[in-house]
């Protein structure tokens, strides 16, 4: 079970890690669903982690961090939603 937990806390920073590295050269938006995935598997994977070895303020940093990932990444589903809503209400009635 260690060994499972230290796995996930390393591929769970790297996420992070990567996910920040990729926002600061300019690869990645925040507001994509990609970068937001990013945030929220790491952030569960050190949730995981951390909570495992007692480290509870980690805990709650990654708790928040993820939850901060979820709030976007549903804002993000629901603006892609409208837009193909948007786009399916003009080309029907461009069709008319």
């Not at 598997?41 to 990932?69: E, H, R």
């Not at 193909?84 to 003009?90: A, E, F, Q, R």
């Amino acid at each position: 079970m260690e060994l499972l937990v230290e796995i996930l806390g390393w591929i769970g920073s790297i996420l992070l890690i990567g996910a920040f590295l990729l926002n600061s050269m300019n690869k990645v938006d925040t507001q994509s669903t990609f970068y937001q995935l990013m945030n929220l598997i790491g952030g569960v994977m050190l949730i995981l982690n951390s909570f495992y070895y007692g480290a509870l303020p980690s805990s709650f940093l990654n708790l928040i961090w993820s939850a901060i990932a979820i709030f976007y990444l549903v804002l993000i589903l629901k603006r892609n939603r409208e837009s193909i809503s948007d786009k399916m209400v003009s080309a029907h009635s461009g069709k008319q």
